[in-house]
């Protein structure tokens, strides 16, 4: 009894020692992990971006193709472009025409409005001999020539221009007898933007 109380006290006891704070095992190495995350997760990256990769190419060949049928197109209108080049030509020649004769037309009086106003204020028994009209910078210098049988048509002739706004400086540059008529020389000066506007 004492030999086993004394084996008992003697012998070690059996236990396990933990350290919670250091790792059990060999902890992995980061290349295992990367590999591991590669097996597991990558090739699912790979595998989509392998996926990109073939559509970019698939999408090269069809942008390849529908470039080459649009040059074909183009290339297959050059000649019919071509053959429009004198109409090019004679429409652009026709637009400077038509811009050349609006400018002039823009920029010159309208003589027969001039005229046509003229002849609205002459009475009857007035006769005009001659008009010499020249174009000022802003307006057109009229000289009017003629003869009256008596004083009153005149009167009315003179009187009348002078009433139209559309001429200015209105007066006798000569007047006298002769023969029983009357000879004068009105001069005015006909305002440009009004003879634009009745054109």
């Known amino acids: 009894m004492l030999y086993n109380d004394f084996m008992a006290k003697n012998l070690p006891k059996l236990g396990i020692h933990l350290n919670l704070l250091k790792p059990q095992g060999n902890p992995e190495k980061i290349f295992v992990k990367l590999l591991k995350w590669l097996l597991a997760t990558g090739r699912y990256i790979f595998i989509f971006v392998e996926a990109l990769v073939l559509i970019a190419f698939i999408a090269r060949?069809?942008?390849?193709?529908?470039?080459?049928?649009?040059?074909?197109?183009?290339?297959?209108?050059?000649p019919y472009i071509e053959s429009l080049k004198p109409y090019e030509v004679l429409i652009r020649k026709t637009q400077l025409k038509l811009s050349t004769i609006d400018a002039i037309?823009?920029?010159?009086?309208?003589?027969?409005?001039?005229?046509?106003?003229?002849?609205?204020?002459?009475?009857?028994?007035?006769?005009?001999?001659?008009?010499?009209?020249?174009?000022?910078?802003?307006?057109?210098?009229v000289q009017i020539n003629g003869?009256?049988?008596?004083?009153?048509?005149?009167?009315?002739?003179?009187?009348?221009?002078?009433?139209?706004?559309?001429?200015?400086?209105?007066?006798?540059?000569?007047?006298?007898?002769?023969?029983?008529?009357?000879?004068?020389?009105?001069?005015?000066?006909?305002?440009?933007?009004?003879g634009a506007s009745s054109s």
């Not at 005009?128 to 210098?141: C, F, P, T």
């Open 61 to 78: 060949f069809k942008l390849d193709a529908d470039i080459s049928s649009k040059k074909e197109a183009i290339e297959q209108q050059i």
């Open 105 to 141: 037309k823009t920029n010159s009086p309208n003589f027969s409005n001039i005229l046509r106003k003229i002849a609205d204020q002459t009475p009857s028994s007035v006769r005009i001999n001659s008009i010499n009209l020249s174009k000022e910078l802003n307006s057109v210098k």
């Open 147 to 194: 003869q009256s049988q008596n004083n009153n048509d005149l009167t009315i002739f003179f009187l009348g221009l002078k009433q139209d706004e559309s001429f200015s400086n209105v007066g006798f540059s000569s007047i006298g007898f002769e023969k029983g008529a009357i000879n004068f020389s009105i001069s005015a000066s006909f305002i440009k933007s009004s």
